[in-house]
C-alpha cells in the first residue's frame, strides 16, 4: 500500500531530514555578567551567568555565587 500526499499540499518533511539540518546549525549560548542577589549572604554579587528562557518567555540569567556557592537568578526580561 503507497501512500500519497493530497494534492495542493506540499510534501511532509522526513524526520531524519528535520534533524540533519538542525544539527548543521551552530548554536551559542548566551551568558550575562552582572550583579546578582544572593538570598543566601543576603549581598549583591558580581557573577556571570548563563541566559534562559521560561515557558513564559522571560529571559533569566542563572548563575552560581563565588562565596557560598548558591544558586543564582536575575529576571532580564521579555524574549
Known sequence: MHLRTPTGFPPCPRRDD???KMSK???MAET???EF????CKEKREAEGEV???????RMA???C???GTNLNRILGKA
Request: hydrophobic letters at 30%.
Open 18 to 20: 528535520r534533524t540533519n
Open 25 to 27: 546549525e551552530a548554536v
Open 32 to 34: 550575562w555578567s552582572g
Open 37 to 40: 542577589y544572593c538570598v543566601k
Open 52 to 58: 534562559k528562557v521560561n515557558e513564559k518567555g522571560t
Open 62 to 64: 542563572k548563575a552560581v
Open 66 to 68: 563565588p562565596v557560598c
